[in-house]
């Protein structure tokens, strides 16, 4: 499969650079414009000039994820109840709820000394929420559907690339394995959305997930085409975003022992609050500052595509109609004009100072979340599934790579730890098997 991989120099991922060099096109077949300044993030995140335009959509769906317009009016309207901002908690359970599979993970690890793969497991994990929490269903600790969500991302990666960078060419064997997986991809949302339904009838009610209201307001009128793009849509959004920030921050603090040292320091001393709940609202500075830098220097949706939707000046560039355009959260979050060591992994530059609460140096340097009318619904699920995963693994083990698998990165809708990498489990307090 065609999936730009990378090393990682310290902490840098080379291929990303190097990307902005190599002249992507889009598909009017003019430049890409690479996005590296706040003030016109700002811009083009929240002008209706720009807008998701067809590129994402023509291979992913018309979901929430991939549309705009009314049409994304309308799917936002229908899921925002079961995302309400004012309620940060609301997901709260389903994350406690699959926390325990997920350290039973490392625990067996620890016992045997087996190495464990960073990408499956953290993607195992946040797969079991996102079914739970969004989706209305349980899966057990060792559901097999990570191949298949896996396999997708990776062909939706491929697609992308080679419709940027022609000379990528897809050759028959990966049009045929992207066929495969995209096929491999429509049962699995089919045999959900079946299981919803079920549920449903036995239950005489939709319930409060989105997949719930989902079904009950899109309804079957197109066939159910508008019911699977959505859920199409959630897994993009949900499932491997908040599984690789977990899996770069345990390699970050791999690689950074004083880091370690300090957040273990933080969560012995409980200032975090005992394990559940409490831990999560917010009152473990050090850690938040921890994931805070993980999402600054490896955010998963590392850029947000949009195309102009008429002729437009963007700062000194004029760009026509249908013109794609990258706004680069990945290059803006390491912008040394913004960013003091920008390459290096440093949390406590988030942490409150003498005049108080951190702030950004802009409201768009540091925007992982993205920004605008597209703001990432959820972004309090991932904040809670990263905090408690986190602190619960960093509370028992003592995570380390091994050391024939170098840090790599892998390029594709999402940016993520190399598939390959993995780590050695030790009880914290044991010495190493
Ligand atoms: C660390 C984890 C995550 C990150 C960094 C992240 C980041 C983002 C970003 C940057 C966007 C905006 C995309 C754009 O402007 O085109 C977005 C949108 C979205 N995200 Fe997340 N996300 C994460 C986790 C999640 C999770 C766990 C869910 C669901 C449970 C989710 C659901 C969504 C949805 C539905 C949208 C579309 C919002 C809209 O267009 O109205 N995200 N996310």
């Not at 190097?18 to 996005?35: D, K």
């Not at 977990?246 to 012995?268: K, N, Q, V």
């Not at 949009?306 to 990945?330: H, M, N, Y």
Request: hydrophobic content about 40%; glycine content about 10%; charged content about 25%.
């Amino acid at each position: 499969m065609l999936i730009l991989q990378s090393e990682i120099d310290g902490t840098r991922v080379r291929a990303i650079d190097e990307l902005v060099a190599r002249g992507a096109r889009g598909p009017s077949g003019r430049p890409v414009t690479f996005v590296e300044d706040p003030s016109r993030a700002e811009v083009v995140l929240h002008r209706p000039e720009f807008d998701r335009g067809r590129l994402a959509r023509s291979f992913c769906g018309n979901g929430i994820l991939f549309s705009d317009g009314e049409h994304w009016r309308e799917r936002r309207r229908i899921m925002q109840p079961s995302f309400p901002p004012r309620d940060p908690d609301h997901h709260l359970q389903d994350v406690m709820w699959a926390i325990p599979g997920l350290v039973r993970k490392f625990e067996a690890a620890a016992a045997s000394g087996a190495t464990l793969g960073v990408v499956e497991e953290t993607v195992r994990y946040t797969v079991r929420v996102l079914y739970r929490g969004v989706f209305g269903q349980e899966l057990p600790e060792d559901h097999d559907r990570i191949k298949v969500i896996l396999e997708y991302f990776d062909s939706i990666g491929g697609v992308l690339a080679a419709t940027i960078f022609p000379e990528l060419k897809l050759d028959g064997r990966s049009m045929t394995e992207i066929r495969m997986n995209a096929s491999a991809m429509d049962a699995e949302v089919d045999r959900l959305v079946e299981v919803r339904r079920a549920g449903a009838a036995d239950s005489a009610e939709n319930g409060n997930d989105a997949l719930g209201r989902i079904i009950e307001q899109v309804g079957d009128a197109d066939g159910g085409v508008g019911v699977r793009d959505e859920v199409r849509s959630l897994l993009v959004a949900g499932a491997e975003t908040t599984s690789n920030t977990l899996g770069f921050l345990l390699l970050m603090l791999a690689a950074h022992p004083e880091a370690r040292t300090r957040l273990e320091r933080e969560i012995d001393a409980g200032s975090n609050g005992a394990s559940g709940a409490s831990g999560a609202s917010g009152t473990s500075p050090f850690l938040d500052a921890v994931v805070f830098e993980t999402l600054r220097l490896f955010p998963p949706v590392w850029f947000q595509t949009r195309e102009a939707t008429a002729p437009v000046t963007l700062g000194d560039r004029r760009l026509e109609k249908d013109d794609l355009v990258f706004v680069s959260t990945a290059l803006i979050h390491r912008h040394p004009d913004l960013w003091a060591e920008p390459d290096s992994f440093m949390p406590e530059r988030f942490l409150p100072g003498s005049e108080g609460a951190w702030q950004p140096p802009h409201r768009y340097a540091f925007f992982p979340f993205g920004g605008g009318r597209h703001l990432c619904l959820g972004r309090h699920v991932a904040m809670h599934e990263l905090r408690i995963a986190a602190r619960e693994i960093v509370r028992r083990f003592q995570v380390d790579i091994v050391e024939s698998t170098p840090l790599a990165a892998e390029l594709g809708v999402v940016l993520k730890p190399g598939r390959k990498i993995r780590v050695r489990v030790v009880e914290r307090g044991r010495t190493p098997r």
